[in-house]
């Protein structure tokens, strides 16, 4: 079980990580307010996922990752760097949040054995569904088309 748990926490720590960067750097470019304000609320949501996980890692006794990216998370970091219409960030992130979700549902049955660690991603992928909806209200009121 902890192993199992470690892993694909570690691996989550590391996305999350990851897009967090993608979102700091985002909100600093800041071109519309609307645009600044959610990323806000996705920046928020965003450190509370790596602090729960950060917590439950340190319960398994896992020590913390350095807090440096990894080959994937500089990766995607160009990604989001190429990305210069607002409509392109935007989608860009929606994607994010999709990956996010699917990833929650891929791995959530892998933590069987894991009943805290399950708990913690269920209530973590019901705060990015919900982050998705409000996203994607975003891009309608901004007349940027759905992928």
Same mark, same amino acid.
């Given at each position: ?7 694909? /926490?570690?691996?989550?720590? !590391? ?13 600093? *470019?800041?071109?519309?307010?609307? @645009? +600044? #304000?959610?990323?806000? @609320?996705? %920046?928020? &949501? ?8 950060? #917590? ?7 020590? /913390? %990752? ?6 994937? *998370?500089? +990766?995607? /970091? ?10 392109? !960030?935007?989608? @860009?992130?929606?994607?994010?949040? +999709? ?8 791995? /959530?049955? &892998?933590? !069987?054995? &894991? ?24 891009? !309608?009121?901004? +007349?940027?088309?759905? &992928?």
């Amino acid at each position: 079980m902890a192993n199992t748990s470690v892993s694909i /926490l570690t691996q989550h720590l !590391k996305s999350q990580l990851a897009y967090l960067a993608v979102m700091r750097e985002y909100h600093q *470019g800041g071109e519309s307010p609307y @645009f +600044k #304000s959610a990323l806000s @609320f996705a %920046l928020e &949501d965003t450190q509370e996922a790596i602090a729960r996980v950060a #917590s439950r890692l340190r319960q398994l006794g896992h020590p /913390l %990752l350095d807090q440096s990216l990894d080959e994937t *998370g500089e +990766k995607l /970091l160009r990604q989001a760097r190429s990305r210069r219409s607002l409509e392109d !960030k935007l989608k @860009f992130v929606q994607h994010g949040l +999709k990956h996010q979700l699917e990833w929650y549902g891929a791995h /959530l049955k &892998d933590l !069987k054995d &894991d009943a805290d660690s399950q708990a913690i991603f269920v209530a973590l992928a019901e705060q990015t569904r919900v982050r998705l909806e409000r996203w994607e209200t975003l891009m !309608k009121e901004l +007349k940027v088309p759905l &992928d």
